[in-house]
């Protein structure tokens, strides 16, 4: 697979991208095509020559001289920016050079450019971003997780479509648990969107669950969340914020008990596999669904890692053609 | 002040009510209504004469023959049993014989109740549940949580204005900050709902910070968080969700390396803090706020603190007549 990255993006760029595409390449017979400032990525390759011996491997690089930055208008910087790395990336998979484009950088540009160049596919009503979550026995997805906030019942019908076909082909999930983000189980719990969508989701020919609760995710009841972008968004940046502020209290403890640092060199052994489990950068990017071609985007905060499991998820999603089942799945629900 | 107690809610009724409302009247001087059959709360107090003297404590029993289960039908259950412990303790109430009433049992059926029997406040739309959440450094209070799925901006509006009194009355807290639950901190970013609510919450007069995102409730960035009761519920127990599962992995770390076990003598001192912190029976249960009386419902689980910590805070919202201040509140702004 062909797979244009955009080597600009991500607060980490362009080490982390270029570091990660060299990992990619070394790790898979995927031909990766870095896409920026011609002069300033090769520059960030030769820093793996010694090492690496890059020009050994696949990589090619796809000049583009502007930059899109994380905090920019996202329909705007598209619009504006053709010559940007993201716009570039896009573009290659729109003209066929590329099989899927990656980014870590700006979400909403990168749907935007997603959307621009490579367009929906017939009859989905709006993509949705999938984004993976852990849980207590592996890892789940959520569609969708901010793309849309005013969702419909026919947009969350389709999220699951589209969303069970990504986690069974490129998580490998042969008959993924989808459920209904809801506030009881019993299909008569919900508000009017999720009850309405149950309707709809039931009748699909899909291993639905019914409806799950909060509690459910991280308790790994399903391997498909749905839920409109705005619950999706403010569950995973809640998420956050409680991990964060266990580690926060935990080390305001070990601050304030100087005893307790005893149990430190013993502590990590117990920690390292919640500490890999929660560690984002194993999950490789979150999909944009329903656009006409493979569009991965990671977290702004992606290291080298990070970047090369997008890379291979993406390259996943387009060795399994998963734009053409979507498109096949969507044709025959025909909402 | 007098606290009407369903003896009968909750898993751990009647032996931790009964215990809780000793707790209660020793550690006070409230007088506590325990409402339940009288043979068998009169037993459950017996239990406890030894230690506390329970006589001389400003304890009475208000007999009710019938109990409301935990999974029975709301409505349908309060409309059934008039001689239920719940519907006599919320009876207590409108008969002005109790100030407020307390109950661990059937949040709904507590919900129907407060309705049925002490109706909703003149003007207000819809009653909310306001729930406690732990915080990097303290607590924060989250309306709705589950009582009303499908709101309109009015209503978020409404659970603005009570919340904020009930926070300031009840918890104390001279000015507290109010944000909104949304998806970034624009006030142009959110859905339909938010969008509109934020407009009307702006122009009250409320410390209102404007819009909040999910990690900003652990991070105590506000005192009140306005969302409507679909995602206050799912917020919730998503947060039980994942302290859940974070414990697990931890537990499953130190079976899986003995080694750690080393740790274990001194990593409590670490972790003394975090526990109390996100001990639920600290926070004494969750207000109905907008019907016309006082009516504090605590969780199921609730052991004898948890009761009297509930007991204490029903009698903070009558002491401070919060039910007054709401009315005025809400006829002031006349929605």
Redesign the interface.
Known sequence: MIIALDAMGGDNAPEATVEGAVLAAIGSNHKIILVGPEKLISQELLKHHKRYNVTSLDIEIANATEVIGMDEHPAKAVRQKKDSSLSVAAKLVADGKADAFVSMGNTGAAMAAALFYLKRIDGVLRPAISTSF???NGTCIIADM?AN??CKPEHLFQFAIMANLFCKRVMGIVKPKVGL???GEEPTK???LTLKAFDLIQKANLNFVGNI???????GKVDVVIC????G??????????????L???K???K??P????????????????KK?VDYSEFGGAPLLGVDGVCLIGHGRSDAKAVKNAVFSAARAAEHDLTTEIKEAIAKYGI
Chains 1, 2 share one sequence.
């Open positions: 852990p849980t207590v901010g906030v005013d983000l809801s506030i919900g508000n009017e609760e909060g509690r459910d995710i991280p308790r409109d972008g705005f619950i968004n403010i569950v995973l940046k809640f998420g956050e914020g409680i991990a964060e502020m266990m926060k209290l935990v305001k403890g070990f304030e008990h005893i307790s640092w005893a149990s430190l060199p013993f502590l990590w052994f117990a920690l390292k596999d919640l489990k």
